[in-house]
Structure formats: C-alpha cells, structure tokens
C-alpha cells in the first residue's frame, strides 16, 4: 500500500514528508477494521478508502504545500474518520488542525487514531455552532461531504478571520450545480470520480441554486 500511495501523491501534486506514507497506510489501515464494527466510513472497500478519500486529501493537501505550508490553523468540521484533517496534518505538519465531531463513536476513532499515528490534531466533541458561538475563529476552515455548499458557506463565514479561507471540496457536478466563486483546483480520484477543491473568501456571497433542489 506504501508504494500505491506515494504513486497517488505524485499524480495529485502532494508532496509527503519522510514517514508519511507509512503513517497513511497505518490509517487506511485502522479505518478499515474499525469500519468493519463501527462503519465509521461509507465505503468498506480498500481501494476506496485510498482511492477515494486518501485521494481526496492528498490533492488537498497538494494545494497547502504550494501555498508555502503555513504555520496556520485549520478547522475540520463533520471531521467523521478524520478526512480530511487527520491526513492533512500527517502530510502538512507545519499547521494546527483542529477536528470538530459530534458522533461518539467517531470521535472515539479519532482518539484511537491519534494515538497510534502520533497525529498532531486537536479534536473537538461538539456542534459546530456551539464552537462558532464561542468566537473561536480559524485561519481556514473546511469541511467534506457533510454540508450542501450553501449551508457550508454560512457556517464556514462564522469559523474563519475576515482574512480567513473556507474550502470547499465538491464533486464536478455539485459545482456545475452551484457555480461557487474562488479559487478553484480541479482533480481525478478513483473510479474516474471528478472533483473541485475551491478556496472562497468569507465575504462571498452564496449565488448557486436551492439546497433542495
């Protein structure tokens, strides 16, 4: 699996620290035999986890190396099994990760994980907008497959500095659909599947179509 992920790093523009890719398939690992128990992710398949939801986080974290690995903070929200902020602080470590989870049986996962993976991250066992409530703010702020874009984008604008950047991760089509403006980085993962990793100011407004479409 080693050799597989460090093939699918080089593809996606993601450069891994020395150690990485063995910490990663470590992870791939655990979140396979939890799932099996727990179902901690939709997809129960090997390939899929790296394919896919590794896949996912590398080309994100592709996108933070090339902006200079900043010694920021980012805020993971609906962290689930820790995609994508877990792997981003095991391919980024220069930043402060912050994985925010309400599920119990999630976050126990997240511990577990931290544990075994020496990870860097801080987790967080709340509602977000209890944590937004509080006025904690970050640099960046993302969350993955959890929100419909709208309803991120109003969340997101409460997590970050005025000066702050919410990502957004979207299939090709969410985007077709709500047409967000900002940074945009286009990438494949696994089954061909397109996606769309968007930076957005916190000041933009929402111009895409109804949430419940």
């Not at 286009?186 to 933009?204: D, M």
Request: charged share 25%; proline share 3%.
């Amino acid at each position: 699996m080693v050799d597989d992920l460090q093939k699918l790093a080089l593809r996606l523009g993601c450069t891994t620290p020395q150690g990485a890719t063995e910490r990663l398939a470590a992870y791939a690992d655990l979140i396979q035999r939890w799932n099996r128990r727990k179902r901690i992710v939709g997809s129960r398949k090997p390939e899929e986890i790296v394919g896919i939801h590794l896949a996912d986080c590398m080309a994100f974290a592709g996108r933070l190396q090339r902006m200079g690995q900043p010694q920021e903070t980012l805020l993971d929200v609906g962290s689930g099994a820790g995609l994508p902020g877990l792997a981003l602080s095991l391919l980024v470590p220069s930043m402060d990760f912050s994985l925010c989870e309400v599920s119990e049986k999630r976050v126990a996962f997240l511990h577990h994980a931290r544990r075994v993976l020496d990870a860097r991250i801080d987790i967080l066992h709340e509602d977000v907008n209890v944590l937004a409530d509080r006025s904690i703010q970050f640099d960046h702020a993302v969350s993955r497959a959890v929100f419909e874009p709208k309803e991120w984008l109003d969340i997101g604008q409460r997590c970050v500095h005025s000066t702050g950047s919410i990502w957004c991760m979207l299939t090709e089509r969410q985007q077709e659909q709500n047409q967000l403006q900002g940074e945009m980085h286009r990438y494949t993962v696994g089954g061909n599947r397109k996606r769309v990793l968007i930076k957005v100011s916190p000041q933009v407004e929402f111009r895409g179509t109804d949430s419940n479409r």
